[in-house]
């Protein structure tokens, strides 16, 4: 089939106003959002989901009906069925579905849909830091009047949830590189935080991720404008490319945008000027700790700037953005220990959660790891065994697989031998009970624990406060 045809074939969500879509996995974070921004713009949503998730009641609450379990009777009924890339050819819905004839629509196109129309839309890409850049650029331009549309995935008090339905002609979203899906959207302007070695799955190596993420550049018009990490020099390189408007940000005097007079207090928070070039923009002070965030704010600046809002009318906001959910999150204090909970989840990303928590530990520092996917685990395992060295202590549960099956020869045991081969105190602790019970039995006041995943291990933080607070309603 050729590209025009294989185009016309795709389902167009605005056809179904009205009717009701079937999202299946939709606990995801980014299909959550979806279901949000479907119902808000008068769809019926239905959905299912493996398991009872932390976002499964937004959903529910925003009037979507969800079906824990993937069964086939789930999708019977529905106009359209819209699927994440972690769902597989052979689950019974999808199968379903096709033998019903209902259209299907994957993920990332049903986004790149949303944002057609858009004379601003905005696709922030990276790695590392997706999700607090685009909270960050998403406050910035609520506080200043324009209006935006949104989609993240995570949740952000800001916008209570994890989408938002504006009305300018303004669309920011996450542009996800996994399974390729950012190549289905359609942004005036791109943001590159940074290109890393991840998804290793779905991509032959990480020179077969940087021209992906060339790929999605080249998707921005000539009048468009590309922001990028010009300390990265993958990015750099892919950047450099383009024809359109280009602008960067980073550390180096050489960017169109860097700091200056850095300072940090003692808890990590950071305060710099903000350079234009050779002239000063603005003082910036954080509300978020750790020097990668001070590289998450130069990106959301920099884009306010190109969006039409001043440099030094934007950087107001950073001092009062506390960060998205699950982004090094305080999820409680109990027994005079600070609990943290953080996304991350590959090795870079628990390093830097951890580089935050050893500033503002006063005693000793737990990380508590959830490896997720086989896959991830395998081509990153030796990255793994040292990414919690600035940890007293490291437990380890059991890798969460999510979208794949077990191989059956990994297993967290061995990342423990190997991390105690390289002398960290590790322990292998499989389920969030075996955790939780070794937490209570060693941490002592002063202890910070911080739990770190993509997966369900935020669950874990939930079930400590349970256990601790027995007579309170369950956290959210």
């Known amino acids: 089939m050729n590209k025009k045809a294989e185009k016309m074939s795709i389902p167009r969500i605005r056809d179904y106003q009205g009717k009701r879509i079937h999202l299946i996995g939709i606990g995801g974070s980014s299909m959550s959002g ?25 959903v529910r ?51 790149g849909q949303l944002m057609e129309g ?25 506080e200043h009047g324009m209006d935006p549309s949104i989609h993240i995935g995570g949740r952000l008090d800001a916008i209570g949830g994890s989408t938002r339905v504006g009305h300018s002609d303004l669309f920011v979203a996450e542009a996800c590189e996994f399974n390729r899906s950012f190549l289905h959207m359609n942004p005036t302007v791109a943001v590159v ?26 998707l921005l018009p000539e009048k468009g404008i590309a922001l990028g990490n010009g300390d990265d020099p993958r990015v750099r390189r892919q950047v450099e490319k383009l024809s359109c408007r280009k602008v960067f940000f980073g550390f180096g005097e050489n960017n169109d945008w860097h700091p ?8 990590g928070y950071a305060s710099f000027d903000l350079m234009r070039g050779k002239e000063k923009a603005a003082r910036v002070r954080m509300g978020v700790p750790g020097d990668f965030n001070v590289m998450n704010a ?18 107001d ?7 998205a959910h699950r982004r090094f999150e305080l999820t409680d204090t109990i027994d005079g220990v600070e609990i943290f909970h953080d996304y991350g989840h590959n090795p870079a990303e628990m390093r830097n959660a951890l580089s935050i928590a050893r500033k503002r530990c006063k005693g000793r520092l737990w990380a508590v790891m959830q490896p997720h996917t086989f896959s991830r685990v395998r081509s990153l395992f030796q990255d793994y065994l040292t990414c919690t060295e600035a940890a007293d202590f490291t437990l380890v549960t059991d890798i969460c697989a999510a979208r794949e099956a ?19 105190n590790a322990v292998w602790t499989p389920g969030f009970d075996d955790t939780e019970k070794y937490l209570r039995e060693h941490w002592q006041p002063g202890d910070l624990v911080i739990t770190m995943g993509c997966g369900d291990i935020n669950l874990l933080n939930d079930q400590i406060h349970r256990h601790a607070y027995p007579d309170s309603r369950e956290k959210t």
């Open 317 to 323: 906001t950073m001092e009062r953005f506390t960060g």
């Open 406 to 424: 077990d191989p059956g020869d990994l297993n967290s045991g061995m990342l423990v031998e190997g991390m105690r081969a390289h002398g960290l």
């Open 298 to 315: 130069l990106a959301a600046l920099a884009a306010a700037e190109e969006l039409g809002l001043p440099a030094e009318k934007a950087a």
């Open 34 to 58: 979806l279901a949000e921004m479907l119902i808000d713009q008068g769809y019926t949503v239905s959905g299912s989901d493996r398991d009872e998730g932390y976002l499964i009641q937004t």
């Open 61 to 111: 609450d925003k009037g979507a009906e969800v079906f824990i379990g993937h069964r086939a009777e789930n999708v019977r009924g529905a106009a359209l069925v819209c699927y994440s890339a972690a769902i597989h050819p052979d689950n019974p819905e999808r199968q379903e579905a096709e033998r019903l004839g209902i259209p299907t629509l994957e993920r990332a196109y049903l986004l």
């Open 260 to 267: 200056a007079n850095l300072e940090e207090d003692d808890r």
């Open 118 to 142: 858009y004379a601003r839309a905005v696709g922030i890409c990276g790695a590392h830091g997706k999700t607090t850049v685009t909270s960050m650029l998403s406050e910035i331009l609520l």
């Open 193 to 218: 935080l940074n290109i890393d070695a991840d998804h290793l799955d779905c991509y032959r190596d990480i020179d077969e991720i940087e021209e992906t993420f060339g790929r999605f550049l080249a």
